[in-house]
């Protein structure tokens, strides 16, 4: 798509907008294609004349007019292409923020639009959809075929996955925006009112909480990782803590100088976490002393993946990083130029995440090499998941995307 220039077409196109033209219209007085009116109405979008809800009605409505999938873009050249050939698009009502999780035959999301969506894997079709009332932008966790999620609606809640039907409820004071984590009978989850909680993973019983929030930064945006017997938090006044999974009592505390809103990656003795001020740390497990740190420049909001003795991570200047997960040092890097708050995930030898570019990017794990990008009609926030050769992801245009890997 070539580039607009506001001031030649932009403005007198949403004056026009504004005046009652429809899209055919449009289209017919500028000569412009359905994919040339969509690239204005996205310059439009991110000059901040038109809102990410009405962007999203005008890709509707483009998309119903014409014989032409607008967020199907694909680029050419040398780079391989995804398949779509047992792929589908399902479209909720709302952007997407919310990591797809895997169950069986059902992949589950949550949308802007106030539902928990189960869609068949098979067919893009939906199985059932749950009402919360309010923004669902957290990630949904599934253990044992029951789904676990929470809201801006401030509940937690476990759902049978087979069904929808609701389990239980727990109600925080604040939103919930983070993936909870679940394990040894027990869902442990942030709220934004500055609290760690546990609760019974089957009545939804409060165990215990644990304030991780201060007085002037009490919201948190870091989801827990338990391993063992610890939990590992990150906070928004600058801390990273480990916390007993069955007390509730402090551990360790390691602070930084910006907020850690990057949910920590941990495996054997290492815990991996991000923060604001632009660092990337790694730090022993039982008693939270730095073994390295790796600059970025820029903040981390995304959590960090580890694979083969590397571990990944965005930066909001739009660069992943592969660093030596033993000494800190840079092995490669794929820069954008745009921001990545999605979190990378690993399947075999390739990346997959997204960018505020509205990209989802495949990038060779051993080299950072390109592979192959994927455009959609908003930004992508959340980390994709790869299952059974199919790649799950969301975009802020409100779809959930399924297609096919490359075949290597």
């Known amino acids: 798509m070539g580039q607009i220039k506001l001031k030649i077409s932009g403005k007198q196109v949403l004056a026009d907008l504004r005046a009652g033209m429809d899209d055919a219209e449009i289209m017919a007085k500028y000569g412009l294609s359905a994919g040339g009116l969509l690239s204005v109405y996205r310059k439009l979008n991110e000059a901040g004349l038109m809102g990410e809800a009405e962007l999203l009605e005008r890709v509707n409505e483009l998309e119903s007019t014409v014989d032409l999938d607008l967020t199907d873009s694909f680029v050419d050249g040398a780079l391989q292409q995804p398949s779509q050939k047992h792929g589908w698009k399902f479209r909720s009502g709302g952007w997407i923020f919310s990591t797809p999780a895997i169950c069986g035959d059902a992949v589950v999301f949550g949308s802007w639009d106030g539902y928990l969506y189960s869609i068949d894997r098979k067919s893009g079709r939906p199985n059932w959809k749950f009402s919360t009332g309010d923004v669902v932008r957290c990630s949904p966790v599934i253990s044992d075929d029951i789904v676990y999620f929470g809201g801006s609606d401030c509940w937690l809640r476990a759902l049978y996955v087979m069904s929808g039907r609701e389990i239980w409820r727990f109600r925080t004071g604040k939103e919930i925006w983070c993936s909870p984590a679940v394990g040894e009978g027990k869902v442990y989850f942030t709220s934004t ?6 609760v019974d993973s089957l009545n939804g019983s409060l165990l215990w909480k644990f304030k991780i929030g201060g007085p002037a930064f009490s919201w948190v945006e870091s989801s827990p990782a338990v391993v ?7 906070s928004h006044k600058g801390a990273l803590y480990a916390i007993d999974a ?24 290492v815990v991996y976490v991000g923060s604001h001020e632009g660092n990337l740390y790694a730090l022993d497990v039982e008693k939270g002393k730095e073994r390295w740190r790796f600059a970025t420049g820029q903040s981390i909001y995304s959590r960090p993946a580890v694979a083969n003795g590397m571990v990944f991570v965005g930066s909001t200047d739009g660069t992943l990083f592969a660093v030596d997960a033993e000494t800190g040092r840079e092995r490669w890097k794929f820069e954008r130029p745009n921001s990545v708050f999605s979190s990378p995930f690993v399947a075999g030898n390739v990346i997959y995440l997204g960018s505020s570019d509205h990209h989802i990017y495949a990038v060779d ?3 950072g090499r390109e592979l192959w990008r994927f455009e959609t009609g908003g930004q992508v926030f959340c980390a994709p998941t790869v299952s059974d050769g199919v790649i799950y992801f969301g975009s802020n245009d409100g779809s959930l995307y399924a297609m096919d890997e490359p075949t290597r």
Request: aromatic fraction near 10%; hydrophobic fraction near 30%; glycine fraction near 16%.
């Open 193 to 198: 009112d500055g609290k760690l909680y546990a």
């Open 228 to 234: 063992g017997a610890t939990v590992f938090c990150g």
């Open 246 to 269: 069955d007390s509730g009592k402090m551990r360790w505390q390691f602070d930084t100088r910006g907020p850690m809103d990057s949910s920590p990656a941990v495996t054997t003795g």
């Open 365 to 367: 794990i051993r080299t």
